[in-house]
């Protein structure tokens, strides 16, 4: 019930959106422009404020760096491009990382941290990062499309989490898709997680082997198509081994399929630990949701459970788990400082509470409705 008076609010919200942004000056740089002035009557009530309001920044990856919480998320601008089914209006060009000593404190930006023009493989589209550390060096993990227009994951290096960072010659061999996502498990091994349907190319793979410009997708009643994980090597710039597909199940252990939209995996993978199970979250894509399964190996397999963040406003959900002072936080974006623009996002940051049987409490990106009055 919760989930439709949230999409009425977001409707009617993206009515005025709409409006607001067809009488935009559209002479403003886009990295100036500030959210649209709307009537109070006419906007959703958000739960939470952008962390940062002079860039666009979505898909945060968190991680508690140095004793601070570090965020590298990706860096949204208005380039032109028009909206498609491949996601071209996404054509990010750089990065920033952020940092703050606690949520709620001041916001550090360091600045753009890696261009593409400085990463000789990488033509366009820089998408959602994650960051690694191992024996004081930091790893910015990144996709973006080479010269054939094909996705591939680069690493670049650095000696701060703030960066900058240097990017490699090549793309991480055998890697594909995109949205990288690095776990490090408590015996000091690391993962990686990547894999994106529809723009982010994952139906054009099978096998781990490229299968041309076709989008294959299993029926409707067959397995959905699986993210990817690989154990990293000890240089933390490629794979110790194949990607493998990381399966995700149902309560009856089957695994999720094609035709279950609101519940199979889409893109922005993210790993953590919990009480020691592994929590395997991700983006359903068409459905919105940030969904989550628990297993007992990094590798899976995972056992679906429900949703961590329903729908916000804008058509991508993206988002990062992590600790800090004993406190859980989920870093999300939606589109609220840019009046609902798909690719104009904000990054937010809530707390993430676990029920005592180890499950995850549903959060909503919206302010809670009053309770109804119930009368007899
Ligand atoms: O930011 C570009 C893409 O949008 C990301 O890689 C996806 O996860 C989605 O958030």
């Not at 860039?55 to 004793?67: I, K, L, R």
């Not at 060009?93 to 709620?104: A, E, L, N, Q, R």
């Not at 995996?265 to 991700?282: D, L, M, R, T």
């Not at 707390?351 to 499950?359: F, H, Q, R, V, W």
Request: overall charge negative; glycine content about 8%.
């Amino acid at each position: 019930m919760k989930q439709k008076l949230n999409f009425q609010r977001v409707g009617l919200f993206l009515i005025a959106a709409a409006f607001l942004t067809g009488c935009r000056n559209e002479n403003k740089t886009p990295e100036t422009e500030t959210a649209p002035a709307a009537s109070s009557d006419t906007l959703p009530q958000f739960a939470s404020e952008p962390l940062v309001t002079d860039n666009y920044t979505a898909d945060p990856s968190a991680h508690v760096f140095e004793g601070k919480i570090y965020v590298y998320p990706s860096h949204d601008w208005d380039s032109g491009i028009p909206e498609d089914d491949t996601g071209a209006h996404f054509n990010m060009k750089d990065y920033h990382v952020y940092s703050m000593d606690s949520v709620g404190g001041e916001i550090t930006d360091h600045g753009v941290v890696l261009d593409v023009e400085e990463v000789a493989w990488a033509k366009r589209q820089m998408w959602a990062p994650d960051a690694a550390e191992m024996d004081g060096k930091y790893y910015l993990y990144f996709p973006a499309k080479d010269e054939n227009d094909i996705f591939r994951i680069g690493v670049a290096v650095g000696d701060s989490p703030a960066g900058p960072f240097t990017p490699q010659e090549e793309p991480i061999a055998k890697s594909y898709s995109i949205d990288p996502a690095v776990f490090r498990d408590t015996d000091g091994e690391y993962y990686m997680y990547l894999g994106g349907i529809w723009g982010g190319q994952l139906q054009r793979y099978r096998n781990n082997e490229y299968q041309g410009e076709q989008d294959l997708y299993p029926a409707d009643d067959e397995p959905a198509l699986s993210p990817k994980v690989a154990r990293m090597s000890d240089d933390m710039l490629g794979f110790a081994e194949e990607l493998k597909d990381v399966q995700i199940l149902d309560e009856n252990g089957n695994p999720i399929t094609t035709g279950d939209n609101e519940r199979r995996f889409f893109e922005a993978a993210w790993v953590h630990k919990y009480n020691g199970k592994y929590y395997f979250s991700y983006s359903t894509g068409d459905t919105h949701n940030i969904a989550y399964a628990i297993g007992d190996s990094p590798y899976g397999p995972f056992t679906y459970q429900g949703v961590i963040l329903e729908p916000v406003l804008g058509w991508t959900n993206h988002h990062s788990i992590v600790e800090h002072n004993g406190q859980w936080y989920l870093f999300y974006h939606d589109s609220s400082l840019s009046g609902g623009k798909t690719y104009l996002r904000s990054m937010k940051v809530a707390k993430l509470e676990y029920n005592e049987d180890g499950t995850i409490k549903t959060i909503s990106s919206f302010k809670e409705e009053e309770p109804d009055v119930v009368t007899n």
